[in-house]
Each structure stands twice: as C-alpha cells, then as structure tokens.
C-alpha cells in the first residue's frame, strides 16, 4: 500500500440504486478517521474498514476491487454494538470523549443504511480512498 495518509472515504457501489446516492450521505472525511487505528474494529471482532479500501495510486491499483455489501454490513453492525456499548458504559477504553464516539456512531449508522440497501439489491461495494 505504500505510506499514503487517507484523508477522505467515499462508498463506492458496483452498480446504481435508484434514489441512492451514497457519496452525498455521508461526510467522506469523518469515514475517513472512523477506526483509522483498527482498534475498534479489534475489539469489537469486526473485520476493519481499511480491508475495503480500493484506491488508484501508483502502486496501489486496486481500484476495481468490490466486496459483498452484506460482508460490509456485518463489519459495520458489529462496531455499532461496540460504539453503542461504550456510550452505555459512559467511558471509552481508549479515553476518547463520548461525543466522539457518538459521532462515529453516527456516520457508521448512516453507512449501514447504505449498505444494507446495496446488500437488497445484490450490489457490491467498496471504499474508495483518497
């Protein structure tokens, strides 16, 4: 992959849904710091969004690399459990400030509505970084 900073996220779908356009929904930068880390993904036993990454960099061409959305959709619910669990707990582990988790919960809540009506539509998906 190369030393390359993702600065914005955007969901990409294999083919168009009528009245869905997943790129206005969601804010592509807060996408982009989401689990940047992976530990979220870790704790939670969610596979990390970085693993949908597809990009068209020099020597990361893997712009054309698409995913089941239903795989996404299980990535994605199992960190909103995790996210949810913390703000019930009233302390993240990592000592992030629960409004930064709700903001995540927040934009994974919005990428899960995506993604499930992808997953209905047999759609595939990826997360085009830039």
């Not at 592509?28 to 990454?53: H, M």
């Amino acid at each position: 992959m190369g030393n390359y900073s993702v600065q914005k996220v955007r969901i990409r779908l294999s083919d168009e849904i009528a009245g869905l356009d997943p790129i206005s929904e969601i804010d592509n930068e807060e996408l982009a710091w989401i689990d940047s880390t992976g530990f979220d993904a870790n704790s939670s036993g969610a596979q990390p969004l970085s693993d949908f990454y597809a990009a068209d960099y020099t020597d990361w061409q893997e712009d054309d690399k698409w995913f089941p959305a239903e795989t996404g959709v299980n990535s994605v619910q199992k960190m909103i459990k995790h996210y949810q669990r913390i703000i019930a707990d009233g302390e993240d582990p990592m000592g992030r400030q629960l409004d930064v988790i709700k903001s995540k919960l927040a934009v994974l809540t919005s990428v899960e509505k995506i993604l499930k009506i992808a997953a209905d539509d047999d759609v595939y998906f990826c997360l085009a970084v830039s």
